[in-house]
């Protein structure tokens, strides 16, 4: 999955996946041939049952900072029923005050910003995979002009500014990753700002389904604070997001996750960015 999305010029998010597929997939489902009734995880995420849609919702973490549910948006009912997120309501300073208290090692342990899978440089798992396939390419402004010899698509990502080796009197930024051509778009910063947004493989959670717009806060990033938008479903799995403002360096593979606009700690659902209609800012 990791791999593949980046030779399609996207940027993977593996933990939602790895979430949906591998801990409260496979490991769930080796719990329970065990017995079973419930799997708790480490996550700074919360699950409730509401009454009035007989629905389990997930929702973001006391601790705001640490909160992990834009990780979580891909889990259906029968997952989440039997999730136990006991770190939920805790901040993480109360977490390693416990974890002293207990005289567990990993009380002061560093927190992880990095694939787990791929510690280090990403770039370097990517050569040892697939180095052989990786084929330079044009880099080429907005306006069509080439502007030099991009090292192979996996390695750059919308936003990219450094590591570019472009030579010029302003900063460029990774604009579009285009895998028919191999061609890496670049440009300006008013390039990479968008309004509307498709999201497609769409999980929802707060409701049986989404028929008609709604009115959301969402998330295209995981450090993005969720920005108001329109989510407006155009099949059963796909929708359209028209952000009020436009969006910075929107990233197709990345989550888009949507949380209520009345109860901001509650996840709607979300799905993965497919194609971003940029504006100029």
Do not use: M
């Amino acid at each position: 999955y990791f791999v593949a999305a980046y030779r399609r010029g996207e940027t993977p998010n593996p933990c939602v996946p790895c979430n949906a597929l591998l801990k409260f997939g496979a490991l769930l489902g080796a719990a329970q041939d065990w017995g079973a009734a419930a799997l708790a995880t480490g996550h700074y995420a919360r699950v409730q049952y509401h009454e009035a849609t007989r629905r389990h919702r997930l929702c973001r973490a006391a601790d705001r900072r640490k909160d992990q549910s834009y990780f979580l948006y891909a889990l259906g009912q029968e997952q989440l029923a039997a999730a136990r997120f006991p770190l939920g309501c805790l901040t993480k300073a109360d977490t390693r005050r416990l974890a002293r208290e207990f005289g567990l090692p990993v009380a002061d342990k560093a927190d992880s910003q990095q694939v787990c899978f791929a510690a280090g440089d990403y770039r370097a798992y990517l050569r040892d995979r697939v180095g052989a396939d990786l084929t330079p390419g044009i880099f080429r402004d907005v306006g069509g002009t080439p502007r030099g010899q991009h090292a192979g698509l996996p390695f750059y990502t919308v936003g990219q500014r450094h590591g570019l080796g472009l030579g010029n009197s302003r900063p460029l930024y990774v604009v579009e990753l285009n895998p028919a051509t191999n061609e890496v778009i670049v440009g300006d910063d008013r390039d990479l700002w968008a309004r509307e947004v498709e999201v497609e493989a769409l999980n929802v959670i707060a409701y049986d389904r989404l028929c008609e717009p709604i009115r959301v806060r969402a998330k295209i990033r995981y450090a993005h604070e969720p920005q108001p938008a329109a989510a407006i479903p155009l099949s059963a799995d796909r929708l359209r997001l028209t952000f009020d403002e436009p969006q910075r360096a929107v990233a197709p593979g990345q989550a888009a996750v949507l949380y209520d606009l009345d109860e901001p700690d509650v996840v709607v659902g979300g799905g993965t960015i497919c194609r971003p209609k940029r504006d100029a800012a």
